[in-house]
């Protein structure tokens, strides 16, 4: 008529701690990491070797819209682009988002 306490444990599912806690987290970070994680690194993977790779002449647009063409690669940090006739601005490298058409390197 009574239950024992461990029959009574058992039978409510008072199980292993390890496959109701632990595996169910694994495969959620599991499944984050493949659908959030990698692809953003692989974006901004993407996006430095762009900026490392401007030159002058190439034509860019950059985070606030601006389209202008490089005429100074100043050091590693800024570059200056030409918006308009006799108009140079400095940007930052980083905030370049687009480069829409690329010169042909200086043939040596």
Same mark, same amino acid.
């Given at each position: 008529? $009574? !239950?024992?306490?461990?029959?009574?444990? +058992? #039978?409510? *599912? *008072? /199980?292993? !701690? $390890?496959?109701? &806690?632990? @595996?169910?987290?694994?495969?959620?970070? /599991? @499944?984050?990491? $493949? &659908? &959030?994680?990698?692809?953003?690194?692989?974006? &901004?993977?993407?996006?430095?070797?762009?900026?490392?790779?401007?030159?002058?002449?190439?034509? %860019?647009?950059? #985070?606030?819209? @601006? !389209? *202008?063409?490089?005429?100074?690669?100043?050091?590693? #940090?800024? @570059?200056?682009?030409?918006? +308009?006739? /006799? !108009?140079? %601005?400095?940007? %930052?490298?980083?905030?370049?988002?687009?480069?829409?058409?690329?010169?042909?390197? #200086?043939?040596?």
């Amino acid at each position: 008529m $009574f !239950v024992t306490p461990a029959y009574a444990q +058992a #039978a409510a *599912g *008072g /199980g292993d !701690v $390890f496959t109701s &806690l632990v @595996i169910p987290m694994v495969l959620i970070f /599991g @499944i984050m990491y $493949f &659908l &959030l994680i990698r692809p953003q690194q692989k974006k &901004l993977k993407e996006h430095q070797s762009m900026v490392e790779a401007l030159r002058r002449g190439d034509q %860019v647009v950059t #985070a606030g819209g @601006i !389209v *202008g063409k490089v005429t100074k690669v100043r050091d590693d #940090a800024e @570059i200056e682009i030409e918006i +308009a006739t /006799g !108009v140079n %601005v400095r940007v %930052v490298k980083h905030t370049i988002t687009q480069v829409r058409s690329k010169t042909e390197p #200086a043939k040596t």
